[in-house]
Nanobody, 116 residues
Framework: QVQLVESGGGWVQPGGSLRLSCAAS????????MSWYCQAPGKEREWVAG????????NYADSVKGRFTISRDNAKNTVYLQVNSLKPWATPVYYC?????????WGQGTQLTVSS
């Protein structure tokens, strides 16, 4: 059974930082490209960052460049997203995805509350 389980969300002050994690199981994690998406209330889900299967290539949405860092540990079947300098969105939900060819898996998301 394929599972992607995000964690690490919660309350954070504007300008603060968190590290999100996504633990994968049920598929060969090390051959999948991993990405993070974000959805703010009332908005479309948006791609945030991606990382290649070996972890040697990363790319980011312009809105998060210099503030977010994606990484992965293939030995632990886990992908991470370090989020810094968070803007005062209300309650964005971050999702991780795994993609290989036509296969695309999604997690259930982890929610952040950015407020003072």
């Amino acid at each position: 059974q394929v599972q992607l389980v995000e964690s690490g969300g919660g309350w954070v002050q504007p300008g603060g930082s968190l590290r999100l994690s996504c633990a994968a199981s049920g598929f060969t994690f090390r051959v999948y490209t991993m990405s993070w998406y974000c959805q703010a209330p009332g908005k479309e889900r948006e791609w945030v960052a991606g990382i290649s299967s070996a972890g040697d290539y990363t790319n980011y949405a312009d809105s998060v460049k210099g503030r977010f860092t994606i990484s992965r540990d293939n030995a632990k079947n886990t992908v991470y997203l370090q989020v810094n300098s968070l803007k005062p969105w209300a309650t964005p939900v971050y999702y991780c995805t795994a993609r290989r060819g036509s296969r695309n898996y999604w997690g259930q998301g982890t929610q952040l509350t950015v407020s003072s």
